[in-house]
């Protein structure tokens, strides 16, 4: 497969190498120090960063703005957007500022409901879902159209993603969902965070099996726990998340000033066992306001440093 | 039928506690079937609006009536001989009812008695849930008889999203996840291949998005 776009994500990827992406969460406030020391602590072990858009519905900094500050920094953003909050023509319209700054990288999502965050009073747009999404953005650039069929003056040249959630119900459609993601454009997933390696082991093997996996990249999705706590609050708490019993118990066996190491050992325990697993083509570390491990975590898994693609 | 849920008195009592002569007007039809708006509500409303204001010292008449629809001029017009004897009314139709009396009655002060909430069905007695929200161009032709747009909190229509757990939805675990809805009706019917059809961007324009809507039949019109 040739390269579509000038996006240093795809040009790691389709050389063969095992990826690595990380996200940073906007501050809540105006001051891009935040972001950028963020990417400042994380910028050497991955090859793209990507920013979330107002993850869990709570009021941040634009991802659109954060990429910008990141692309300023010279570094590579994967600009994440929610159809929660636009209808398609912000959609399109961000699509293209982004653009305007060389952003070459993008995740789509359909967002959190917004009843989960500080405007719970508010509506929610869903003009368009995922999926749909996908399409836009495959449109504009491949047929450099606007949706309402008029040419685009220098369209967008994204590297365009997905997420993929293999642990949520009903399990059954986890692997069509993921071919109609490839099929409305996806060309690289990003998955939830994995801590039931059997289960995602099994999806991957029926994604395998459909053909799937030659496809699209599959960026496997790692967050660190940083205590049983933690543990215990996505397991029960985090809708779509699939933490077993032997996670929590691990972490809670651990004195409590011990368990944040654990989650670490974990975390890199679980990237050596995916690298094993056939269609993984790089990780996706989500040390969820924890970026100061990306790292260690990115070492310790040998994945650093990382390959100079130009 | 167009669901609706009691406004709480104390609103109501804002609305009229200065005017001197009330109709509360029920609607025989939907409002009636979700036992928000009927002949009997309006009983039990104008009953307790009594009660308080002989408490507070007033004097003040409260009449009762039921129209057969008030969506409808025909049986608007039933109230022009009372209308007069009042100074206000408070509606327990649906919003469309309160807006046709309204209509009718220029300059007669009508307010709303219930809160219209969606189109919907009863579960059991005391428990109605929304089936439809009027988009205007029905898909459930494609999405196995089960509605998308009204019963997904996202109105996915390539769904379901990561969030869905036990095929509940990531808002409420008392709330059925559509999607999975979907899917068993897919299933039941035998064609979950049609699981995989992408569903493509949906012209919103004739839903509430293209502006107040209108139906215009004229094979039916006089």
């Known amino acids: 497969m040739s390269e579509k776009t000038p996006s240093r994500l795809e040009k790691v990827l389709r050389a ?21 020391e963020k990417a400042e602590l994380i910028k050497d072990y991955v090859d793209a960063i990507n920013i979330t858009d107002n993850q869990t519905s709570m009021t941040r900094m634009c991802s659109l703005a954060s990429c910008i500050h990141l692309k ?18 912000a959609i399109q319209s961000d699509i293209l500022g982004a653009a305007s700054f060389d952003i070459h990288n993008m995740l789509c999502l359909s967002g959190d409901h917004q009843s989960f965050g500080d405007c719970a009073q508010g509506q929610n747009v869903h003009d368009v879902d995922s999926m749909q999404l996908l399409q836009t953005v495959r449109f504009m650039r491949d047929e450099g ?8 003056k220098r369209p967008p040249k994204m590297f365009v993603g997905a997420a993929a959630n293999p642990f949520a119900d009903p399990f059954e459609i986890r692997v069509p969902r993921l071919a109609k993601k490839i099929a409305a454009g996806a060309e690289f997933i990003q998955t939830q965070c994995i801590y039931n390696l059997e289960k995602f082991e099994e999806w991957m093997k029926m994604a395998g099996e459909r053909g799937l996996l030659d496809k699209v990249f599959i960026l496997a999705g790692v967050t660190p726990m940083k205590s049983a706590g933690m543990a215990k609050y996505m397991k029960n708490r985090v809708p779509g998340m699939d933490v077993p019993d032997e996670v929590v118990k691990r972490l809670a066996a651990a004195p409590k000033e011990e368990q944040a190491r654990v989650g670490i050992d974990m975390c890199v325990e679980s990237i050596q066992r995916l690298k094993e ?14 970026e100061e491990k990306v790292p260690e975590i990115v070492e310790r898994a040998g994945l650093y440093p990382r390959p100079d693609v130009g | 039928m167009i669901v609706a849920d009691k406004k709480p008195i104390e609103e109501i009592i804002e609305y009229i506690k200065d005017k001197e002569r009330i109709l509360i007007l029920g609607c025989n039809e939907c409002v009636t079937v979700c036992e928000a708006g009927g002949k009997k509500e309006v009983g039990i409303l104008a009953s307790a609006l009594r009660m308080y204001f002989v408490n507070q010292g007033q004097e003040k008449k409260i009449g009762e009536m039921t129209l057969e629809r008030q969506c409808d001029h025909e049986y608007l017009d039933e109230l022009r001989e009372i209308i007069d004897d009042y100074d206000a009314v408070v509606s327990l139709a649906c919003g469309v009812g309160v807006q046709f009396t309204a209509e009718q009655y220029h300059t007669m002060p009508v307010y709303p008695g219930v809160n219209t909430c969606f189109m919907g069905a009863t579960e059991r007695r005391g428990v109605w849930t929304e089936r439809c929200q009027g988009c205007g161009q029905c898909v459930l032709a494609h999405t196995g008889g089960i509605c998308p747009v009204s019963r997904c909190a996202k109105r996915l229509f390539n769904g379901p999203c990561g969030g869905a757990t036990r095929g509940h939805c990531e808002i409420n675990k008392e709330l059925d996840c559509a999607w999975q809805l979907i899917i068993d009706r897919l299933k039941a019917l035998g064609r979950m291949e049609d699981y995989e059809t992408l569903i493509p961007l949906k012209d919103w324009s004739t839903d509430r998005a293209g502006g107040p809507r209108k139906v215009v039949r004229e094979d039916v019109q006089e």
């Open chain 1, 16 to 36: 063969g190498h095992l990826a690595v992406t990380s996200e940073c969460g906007p501050p809540r406030g105006s001051d891009p120090a935040a972001i950028k």
């Open chain 1, 277 to 290: 697993v056939p269609g993984v083509k790089g990780f996706h570390v989500m040390a969820i306001e924890w």
């Open chain 1, 145 to 152: 159209k606007f949706l309402g069929g008029d040419e685009i």
């Open chain 1, 72 to 89: 300023l920094m010279g570094l590579e953003p994967v600009l994440q957007m929610v159809t929660r909050d636009r209808n398609r023509i």
